[in-house]
């Protein structure tokens, strides 16, 4: 036998990982300035500028506002720099706040060497013979005579810059400023700046197809954008990237290879970083778990390699959504803190820290990783729903005493309902508004629940959007927050922590109604009754129908675990039995909790290094995966009884009815 690596790994990993976010979200904490825009739903001066801009420059006004949407989804981000440096609603690049992870934070000794990641793409250029610069702000500033200041913090002088840049780009290339939207393709794969000629063509597919189908939102200032849908305007022919053999990615996706290893470390049988595995012949593949890395890329890069640390399949990359592919997805990678996870999911890790995610959580990033999600998703019949689809901040832990040290990303400035609309599988009412199950849904432009820990313990967090709703012991915002006797087994209260998920639920998680009073509603939530403010003019929630568990009949409380593991009788001699561990949480009669899966209980030995699979222990004892908190749980099937919600009528999505172009 040899000794437990798993559990070292994760603690090895989260140390690293703890003082890169420390000395990186110091180094990148600009104040964030309320630019001339902001203003309430009705406030359209953003549109006008984009017509303004659009006819000053004689750029088509499709086309200005398709690349900013692609850009930045019309938001300003008013002051606060993307990781490549990029400003507004255009993503204007001044490259001399562009983040270099190649060098120290300020204050702080330069890291050790890293190993060299995959190179920022492998393609050419996209017109042979000219050279491809990112939308710069200096040159944008230039063209529009106005100080580079001012498009750094003015919304509609970043808008003027943009559309100088494509009218220039559109000049350099020979061709007319035409009204015809289709003219203007290859100037507008040249405005990000990408070298990699399939990339580039990708952008500019993604650009044509949010004009053909439409969009409008209310951006993070408070501006009501609307673009009319343009069904007759067409993308080019479908990319195909070309992609090392042993990437497994959809083929319009820029992928690279850098292999993690499996290898054996000592003279004791520890070995690293990953399992052999024959998935989905040995175990069904369920669930993709969604990370964000609190680390540069480069120093992933470095612990992805290292076999006495952690693993994951994919990373993606934020300044352009590069995917780099480690593992094969038919192994299990180390990556959720959860082994019984680990053998059923995918785990793709995306660069950024979630206290920072202006900076970090790009539009290409989440376009790169909802394309690669959807390809997963088909090849192996994952579910697209937030039981299937889910963070890191979601995942179970596997026993009780592991729930402290259980992970928090990617957080609750992640946008899921921006993300399923990209998968193509968008959150929304299924049932009326008064049905036995609500979904979680707040419009995450306008929701902005107040945070602290972004800059440091107890400091307010600046306002942003989020996915996140609180909830309170009581209906009314003076109540306490629910306290999570797993998280703070002291007793403490739960807090408006950033990272503290002890009392918030998350969009696309559905719940069963315990009650309602007024514009609050009450879920089960961990074995109790927890409220959240619902009003009907602005809701945070909208009617679901789906599946329940309830305990059987005569059982007063059942236990609630963070794996399914199989029944004693199922392991074969040679295999030790993991020691059941139920959480501390209490699973009441007459409670309900929603499920969205019924599995059998599994097993895997990780006893030994092995050049071949280590067989998996399947047991006849099922389970179901509820939706018990934040994160997940699983019951025993023999416990429960299934009911299903009512399936009145679904009533209009919650919000302002936001349209995201699918991809």
Known sequence: MRRPVAPRVPGALRGRRWLICVTASAALLVPLLTGPLGGGPDDRRLQDAFTDAANEYHVPRSVLMGVAYLQSRWDSHPGAPSVVGGYGPMHLVDAGQALDPSAPPRGTARPDAMAAGPPASPGANVSSGRSVQPADLARAARLIGVPAEKLRTD???????????????????????????????????????TADRDSAATYAND??????????????????????????????????????????????????????????????????????????????????????????????????????????????????????????????????????????????????????????YTEEMYRSSARLVRYLAKKYDVPLDRQHIFGHDNVPSPTAGSIPDMHDDPGPFWDWRHYFDLLGAPLRATAGPDSDMVTVLPDFATHKPPFTGCAGDGVLCAPHGSSAVRLHTEPSEDAPLIQDPGRHPDGDDSTKDVNDLGSRVSA?????????????????????????????????????????????????????????????????????????????????????????????????????????????????????????????????ASDVDVVSASSAAAGPPAGDGESSPQQ
């Open 207 to 360: 650009v044509f197809a949010v004009i053909r189908q439409g969009a409008h939102r209310t951006t993070d200032a408070g501006q009501r954008v609307n673009l009319p849908a343009s069904p007759g305007v067409r993308p080019h022919r479908p990319v195909v990237a070309r992609q090392p053999k042993d990437v497994e990615c959809p083929p319009e996706l820029s992928c690279s290879w850098l292999s993690a290893p499996y290898v054996e470390i000592d003279d004791d049988g520890d070995y690293g970083n990953h399992d052999l595995a024959d998935r989905p012949r040995d175990q069904k593949i369920e669930y993709i778990v969604i990370h964000d890395t609190e680390a540069y890329l480069p120093n992933m890069f470095q612990t992805v390699q290292d076999p006495t640390e952690a693993s994951w399949h994919y990373s993606i990359r934020s300044k352009d959504g590069h995917v780099t592919q480690h593992i094969r997805t038919k192994d299990m990678a180390w990556h959720s803190g959860n082994q019984f996870v680990n053998a059923r999911s995918i785990g793709i890790e995306h660069e950024g820290f979630l206290t920072q995610p202006n900076t970090w």
């Open 155 to 193: 919304a509609a002088a970043n808008v003027r810059g943009g559309a100088a840049l494509l009218a220039e780009t559109q000049r350099q290339l020979g061709k007319p400023l035409s009204a015809d939207t289709a003219d203007w393709w290859e100037a507008v794969a040249r405005f990000p700046g």
């Open 508 to 636: 696309g998680q559905t719940f069963a109604v315990a009650e309602r009073s007024g514009d609050w509603t009450a879920i089960w939530f961990q074995g109790n009754k927890a409220w959240f403010s619902n009003p009907k003019k602005h809701p945070t929630a909208v009617g679901a129908a789906g599946r329940m568990v309830t305990p059987k009949d005569g059982l007063s409380e059942i236990p609630v675990f963070g794996r399914a593991l199989p029944e004693e009788d199922a392991y074969p001699e040679g295999v030790e039995e993991p020691p059941e561990s139920p959480l501390p949480y209490s699973l009441l009669e007459g409670q309900r909790y929603v499920t969205q899966g019924r599995l059998d209980g599994s097993y895997i030995d990780r006893s030994f290094f092995v050049d071949t699979p280590n067989p998996v222990v399947k047991g006849q004892e099922e389970y179901y995966e509820i939706q018990f908190g934040h994160r997940l749980a699983y019951v025993r």
